[in-house]
Every structure is written in C-alpha cells, then in structure tokens.
C-alpha cells in the first residue's frame, strides 16, 4: 500500500510539476511575441446563473434585430428544457437595461453527426429508447416585446419601457421573469384599475418572487389617458359552459365600490359612482346581492392583496317586467320592482312593434300611421292604436288617397295584431318610464331578469325596449336626467340576439342606434358590455366600436376568425380551458393570456 502511496505520489508531483513549467512556457512566449488584450470574467449574479434558461447563442443563427424583426436564437440548458414553454416570458440582461421577450419557436437539432430516420435506428429506438437529451440542441426563438429601462421621474427612477433597439451580447444569459413589475410594466398591464384574473402562459400561471407571486392583469379605470376603458366598450365571448356568467359577475362586481367614480363630460364638476345595468336572460345577476358561502379567511387576503372587489352588494334591486300570462318567481333575493311598457314609447322607436322583415316601405307606412295616431288627444295605447288602424274609415283614408298601398297597409295591421303586443304594452303596473330614477341609480346594481318568460318575441319586446330607453336619454340633451347624468355600464347576455347584423329594415334600425351609442359612449358615460358564445353575429358597426374582447374557450372557425386576434393566440383558443381567457385590448396592454378567480367573488 505504502508503495501505491509513493507511486501516485511521485506521479502528481511529476504531472504538477510538468504543468507549472508549460504554463510558464506558455506565459514566457506570450509575453515575447505578443501583447494579448486581458481578458476579464464578468461578474455573475449566481442566482441568475443557477437560474437561466440558458444563453443567447449564435451557433445556429447570427444574433440580429430590425426595425420590423428580429432573430434571437437562445440555447437552452437540459435543466431547464422541462421548464420552457411557447410564449414563455423571459429577459436578456444589458447589464443597464434588459430585453423583454417571450419564446415564440421551439426546436431540437442533433448535436453529432447522426442519421436518425432510418429504419434500424427507429426499430433500435422502439424496442430501447437510449436517446440522451444532451444528444440534442434545443433552440428557444426570442420575440422582443420592449426594453425595460429606469427612468428619473417625480419618487426617484422608474422602471419603463421602449421599442427593442438594442442587440443583446452572445452568451448573455436568458433568464426567467420574477419581478411582478417588470412582467407588467414589459406587457403595459396598468398597476391598478379593474381586476380580470391573473397572468398565464400555456394555461400555468406566472410567478414571481412578490406576494402573493401571482401577476394581477387590470384593466385601466382612470383619466390618465383619456376615458377608463369601459366607455370603450367590452366583449365577453366563449362557447356554452366556458364560464361567461361567473367570470362575468367577477367583472362587473369590480366596478361597485365607494371609490369607483366616473365623471361625465355634460357634468364635469359632479363625480359619480356607475349604474350596473344587466339584461339578465338566464335569472343568475341578481345574486350579486348574495354572499358566496364558500370564500374564506385565505381568499379574502389574497383579494385584499390584489384590490379585487368581492363581497354580496346590497344596493341591488330586480326590476320585473309585468307580462300577462307570466310571473316572476326566480332567484332573486333582492327587493323586485313590477313594471309596464307603455305604448308611448313606440311613438319615436316603430321598430319594438315591427316583427323582421317589413319592407322599406311598410316602414314608411308605419311611421305614417304612428305619427298621426299620436297627434290625437287623449291617451296612447296599443289596443287604441289597433283599433284605430283596424278602422274601415281610418284604412280608406290612407289607401283611397294613395299615402299607403293597400296591400302594404293590410300587411302592417296583420304584424302589429299580435297577442304578444298585447300581453306586454301597457299592463297594471307602473310605466319603466315613471320609475327611471329608480332604475338609473349611482352605486345601483339594476337587474333586468327575462327567463319567466317562454315567448322570444316578448323577451326581446322587453330587452330592446330598455336598451332604447337608455340610449335614447343618454344621446338626447333633453333625455331624462336620472338616465342622462349617470355613468351606466349596460351588460347584455346574449347579445347576438339583439345586435346582429343587419338583415332588412328592422335590423337596420336598431343597429344605427346602438352604434351612435357606441360611438358616443366615452362622452356621455356608457359603457356596454357584451356577452355572446357568437361573436361573429354582432353587427361589424357595433363591433368595431369595442376596445376589450375577452375570449374564452370557443371551437367555431367564423366565431374566432371574426376577434381579429394575432395568428399565435387565434390557435390556443380551442384549447383554452374553463376559466384561462385572452384578453386583446390594444390600448389597455399586449395581447396576454389570463385565468380567471376560481371562485366567484358574489354567489354563482
């Protein structure tokens, strides 16, 4: 043993001492023939090295950026291959600023000269997967979002952002995102406003070192650029069963707060809490007014944390339309308020009695008859409006003068002769136009409920007869002040049914009118939002008009071709999962993938 001992002994003497006299050969040399420039380790932050994804590399491709593109080819260590996902976010340090990316291409390419399509080594591999990762280079391409760079401002510097005009060094590390605010300040999310659901990537959420490590994705409610969001309009899409009405009542719970307010630009010097309108078809938004039993001590810290409204809102009340035939006896909770729909709104809207179809000229004719019913004294209802055009001496006057075509006057009398009419106008109940400052309330959560009611014709009869009295007082400066001078979100379920495009008269009508209120919604404080599992069906006049779109799991090609997303998310769409949503809202923040509450923040 002694002699093994003496042995390795005298050989690591001989093998160090050997080693010393090459380097300084080497050193000598050097120093004779050539003056090398030093060449220095960079400092490295051992945690970010532990943990990189890996290195910008230009062993497959050069490193190179344009005005319109980039290419940025990152290799990544076998560590970190499991961890490494498409649109992964990630930064590339400048060592005073940072390239903000996300993965947008994968790739494997052999790393040794090896022929693996053929038939021995695919029967090889069937029987014994031998294979060893490390065989392989895996390829993340970067796609450059912005870079990040400190900014001197008011409190010392702050972190901000510009275009990618910088190209990162070969070998500089690519590291993961663990600063909540530089993945929103890198994805423009705002730090405060209305709360959707926290940030994900291929349906996992992004983590960070804050807590809670979640990413909170708001949606901008204030004056600093122009009006909150919501007067620009939203859009809830998602097939049936995807969530819309639970994510939905987390939404519109997040503008009923104290602190919420709005101002209007007809009332500059008075700021208002918002009016939550909801045209309610499946009886489910009344139970806003209700607690959710399940939300615990936990939930509640981490909605405090985060600013997320939630809690039963007491200011709710279910306004009930009067139908002969139907009665409400639903979920709702909260204190119900009986109305009618009085036939004198008809006087300046003829399409709530015209079924679809009606030629331009029967529109005329309509219009005609309506204005001169509504010049005689007395009182205005259905049953005398049928009356006096069912009238012998009323149809000869119109018909013998050669005003209206028989046969288009005899076409409107049997259109407007509908037992449906007659169940909803003018029933024993107070008018919706006696009690609008009861329905348009600062701080009121005002639900319309319609599933009682099997009859579609008088379930649209209701909801676009409430739409127009909306837009018809906000857009007229002698409108109703209740309805005029309050800051109303309009949320409409099934909106396909009520803003499709246009396929006659009818159609036409009322899609001029909801799109001058679209238009005009950021001045005059309306914000709708729109829920539909058919998007494609909403008018493109409408449509255009919407800023935010919320798209849910949706599987229809027409569906999702019609959101207009960018190609890289349109494809994750059928694969979202209950709860994950994209949400595209160019003047809110990039396109980003988010996952909603798992639990509702009122009942469901």
């Not at 807590?211 to 939203?234: A, K, Q």
């Not at 055009?389 to 005899?410: F, L, P």
């Not at 090609?557 to 994209?582: S, T």
Request: charged share 30%; glycine share 6%.
């Amino acid at each position: 043993m002694s002699e093994d001992r003496d042995i390795l002994s005298f050989s690591s003497e001989q093998f160090d001492s050997e080693e010393e006299n090459e380097t300084d050969n080497k050193e000598t040399q050097q120093s004779d023939d050539f003056d090398f420039e030093e060449y220095k380790v960079p400092d490295v932050d051992t945690n970010d090295t532990d943990h990189a994804y890996g290195i910008v590399t230009t062993g497959i491709e050069p490193v190179e950026i344009t005005e319109s593109d980039a290419t940025l080819t990152g290799y990544i260590t076998t560590t970190r291959r499991q961890d490494v996902r498409l649109g992964t976010y990630v930064l590339v340090p400048y060592g005073d600023e940072d390239l903000f990316a996300r993965i947008w291409k994968l790739r494997y390419i052999q790393e040794f000269e090896v022929d693996d399509a053929t038939e021995i080594h695919s029967r090889r591999m069937l029987k014994s997967n031998t294979t060893d990762e490390e065989d392989y280079k895996f390829l993340a391409f970067l796609d450059p979002i912005c870079i990040l760079y400190n900014e001197p401002g008011g409190n010392g510097e702050q972190l901000t952002r510009r275009m990618s005009d910088r190209i990162p060094k070969p070998n500089t590390s690519i590291l993961p995102v663990d600063d909540k605010i530089k993945i929103q300040t890198g994805l423009n999310i705002p730090k405060e406003g209305i709360f959707l659901g926290h940030l994900s990537v291929g349906g996992e959420l992004v983590k960070t070192r804050a807590e809670p490590p979640t990413v909170p994705y708001y949606l901008r409610n204030d004056y600093s650029m122009g009006d909150p969001l919501i007067f620009r309009h939203m859009l809830v899409c998602g097939s049936t069963g995807t969530g819309k009405t639970f994510m939905t009542k987390n939404i519109l719970r997040q503008f009923l707060s104290d602190d919420n307010r709005y101002v209007l630009r007809s009332d500059e010097n008075r700021w208002k809490n918002p009016c939550v309108v909801i045209m309610d078809p499946q009886d489910e938004y009344s139970q806003v007014y209700e607690e959710n039993p399940e939300i615990n001590t936990q939930d509640e810290y981490s909605f405090n944390s985060e600013n997320v409204e939630y809690g039963s809102w007491s200011n709710t009340r279910t306004f009930v339309a009067k139908v002969d035939g139907y009665s409400y006896n639903g979920k709702s909770r909260a204190q119900q308020v009986e109305f009618t729909i009085p036939f004198e709104l008809v006087k300046n809207n003829s399409w709530l009695i015209a079924a679809a179809g009606l030629t331009e000229l029967q529109y005329l004719a309509l219009d005609i008859l309506l204005e001169d019913y509504f010049k005689k004294s007395g009182e205005h209802t259905y049953r005398g409006f049928l009356d006096y055009i069912e009238d012998e001496a009323t149809r000869s006057t119109y018909v013998d003068s050669g005003k209206i075509h028989e046969s288009s006057y005899d076409g409107i009398v049997r259109r407007v002769k509908n037992r449906a009419f007659e169940k909803v106008f003018d029933q024993d109940a107070r008018p919706i136009t006696d009690i609008l400052d009861e329905v348009f309330k600062p701080g009121q959560v005002s639900v319309f409920p319609t599933e009682y009611i099997n009859s579609p014709l008088i379930r649209d009869l209701i909801v676009l007869t409430l739409m127009t009295t909306i837009v018809d007082n906000k857009l007229s400066t002698s409108g109703d002040e209740a309805v005029r001078k309050t800051p109303i979100v309009l949320g409409l379920d099934e909106a396909h049914r009520y803003l499709a495009k246009a396929s006659g008269e009818h159609s036409r009508r009322i899609i001029s009118k909801f799109a001058d209120a679209a238009r005009q919604g950021r001045k005059e404080g309306l914000g709708l939002f729109l829920i539909t599992q058919d998007p494609q069906d909403i008018d493109d006049t409408v449509f255009k008009q919407i800023n935010t779109r919320i798209i849910l799991n949706l599987t229809n090609d027409n569906a999702i071709n019609a959101l207009n997303v960018p190609n890289e998310y349109e494809k994750r769409i059928p694969y979202l999962k209950k709860g994950q949503m994209i949400v595209y809202s160019p003047d809110n923040s990039d396109i980003v993938e988010i996952i909603g509450l798992s639990k509702c923040v009122v009942k469901h």
